[in-house]
């Protein structure tokens, strides 16, 4: 029965790449610079990246409020909150964490491309997957911070209770534990979250991309 089925399919539901079907229209819509100008600001997509507990979405939270103060429009995309909707059906292996980068990145693209300010909070390990980020959004839009806590105070601060459940073998694939991470080599800006509170650690990123993104 399913060969005779398959046999009465029309030709054009037969396996293909149906991207040759696709016909992008980037260049036909409304560019950024057109919204910047709009909103009166540059777009930049800020990628903080380090360890979990090392402070990226409290620092995260404090600079979008800092921002939004003083008038600039911000979105930030935060990974316990994209793993519970977007990219709520992908693990943590090498293979699922690149494409929860992937689609980060590409959704990042396009608010940076609406002329919006995204701060994005995401371990991404690797300087590969970090490097692949970059390529999606684009160099000149992207700035690299690194938040930076020793794996020891992340597991005395253990927010989440995460790194004792790792060290029990709860948890598997966990940055740090039984996954590594690559630290970055030459990020646009490292914050060591060991030696500042995060109100601290806030201005001075605000402090480091105001000149970017002022219009």
């Known amino acids: ?62 600079l979008e409020a800092q921002l939004h103060k003083e008038g600039y429009l911000t979105q930030m995309l ?22 929860n980068i992937r689609r980060i990145a590409e959704v990042s693209k396009l608010f940076v491309n609406c002329g919006i300010i995204t701060l994005n909070c995401f371990i991404s390990p690797t300087k ?36 004792k459940k790792a060290r029990k073998g709860e948890i598997k694939n966990f940055t740090g534990i039984d996954s590594p991470y690559e630290a970055p080599q030459n990020p646009d800006l490292e914050i060591r979250t060991d030696q500042m509170t995060i109100q601290e650690s806030a201005d001075k990123i605000y402090k480091f991309i105001l000149p970017y993104i002022q219009f």
Not at 2 to 10: A, C
Not at 79 to 95: E, K, V
Not at 142 to 154: D, M, R, S, V, Y
Request: with cysteine; charged share 30%; hydrophobic share 35%.
């Open 128 to 163: 590969e997957i970090r490097d692949y980020a970059k390529s999606i959004i684009g160099e000149k839009h992207f700035l690299e911070i690194f938040i930076n806590a020793p794996l020891e105070e992340c597991e005395v601060r253990d927010v989440k209770g995460l790194y």
């Open 78 to 99: 935060d990974g316990d909150n994209i793993r519970s909707g977007l990219n709520n059906n992908l693990s943590f292996t090498a293979s699922d964490r690149k494409e």
């Open 1 to 62: 029965m399913i060969e005779i089925v398959l046999n009465y399919l029309p030709l054009h539901l037969e396996m293909k790449d149906y991207t040759e079907n696709i016909y992008p229209i980037f260049d036909q819509l409304l560019q950024k610079e057109a919204k910047e100008r709009m909103l009166n600001q540059h777009a930049k997509a800020l990628w903080m990246t380090g360890l979990s507990g090392s402070g990226k979405s409290t620092i995260g939270q404090y």
